[in-house]
T-cell receptor
Framework: LAKTTQPISMDSYEGQEVNITCSHN???????ITWYQQFPSQGPRFIIQ???TKVTNEVASLFIPADRKSSTLSLPRVSLSDTAVYYC????????????FGQGTELSVKP | SAVISQKPSRDICQRGTSLTIQCQVD?????MFWYRQQPGQSLTLIAT?????????ESGFVIDKFPISRPNLTFSTLTVSNMSPEDSSIYLC????????????FGPGTRLTVT
């Protein structure tokens, strides 16, 4: 499974757009990129998944450049409730469903 | 999406004792997973539990310490045996909906404190 590197922490203010970048230089051809969000005292929650280019849903956007060696999770107009830890995971469908979590990025949104 | 419940939500236990954590899913699922999250840390996969077969443990985790049962497609238990303070963690179960994606659903976790 490809190793991921993310910033340990980020600060933002309400209403700003937040971009969290994840590096995964050893991503394999059949690997997908998935992001999870974890609030304090809760289990992680799936946010978004992509393979290349751009994916958007009601929560976030995921930008993946052509070389796929990094990805950026974009959270538009964050609010205090977006304060959480965000995990970037990389893996393929043939990994037996195992999720390998890295350290994650602790996002703190301030008023 | 699957709804997952865990019991107990938290417990304080004495060293040397054992605790069994239950994970219940509101729908049938093939794959269930158990994770540990130590204070301030990320999640670490303990084992994969498939119905009808022995659980598959990750490196560093053994069946004698973390026996797992998977009696049916909606239920699993994880036992933390002969506990020590180092076992103080949050234990979470998750399920894979089997759609060949990386979208798993997690339970709320069981916060274990060993004194």
């Amino acid at each position: 499974l490809a190793k991921t590197t993310q910033p340990i922490s980020m600060d933002s203010y309400e209403g700003q757009e937040v971009n969290i970048t994840c590096s995964h230089n050893n991503i394999a051809t059949n690997d997908y990129i998935t992001w999870y969000q974890q609030f304090p005292s809760q289990g992680p929650r799936f946010i978004i998944q992509g393979y290349k280019t751009k994916v958007t849903n009601e929560v976030a956007s995921l930008f993946i450049p052509a070389d796929r060696k990094s990805s950026t999770l974009s959270l538009p107009r964050v609010s205090l409730s977006d304060t959480a830890v965000y995990y970037c995971l990389v893996g393929g469908y043939n990994q037996g469903g195992k999720l390998i979590f890295g350290q994650g990025t602790e996002l703190s949104v301030k008023p | 999406s699957a709804v997952i419940s865990q019991k107990p939500s938290r417990d304080i236990c004495q060293r040397g004792t054992s605790l069994t954590i239950q994970c219940q899913v509101d729908s049938q699922v093939t794959m269930m997973f158990w994770y540990r999250q130590q204070p301030g840390q990320s999640l670490t996969l303990i084992a994969t539990a498939n119905q009808g077969s022995e659980a598959t443990y990750e490196s560093g985790f053994v069946i004698d310490k973390f026996p797992i049962s998977r009696p049916n497609l909606t239920f699993s238990t994880l036992t933390v045996s002969n506990m020590s303070p180092e076992d103080s963690s949050i234990y979470l179960c998750s399920v894979d909906q089997g759609s060949s994606s990386y979208e798993q659903y997690f339970g709320p976790g069981t916060r274990l404190t060993v004194t």
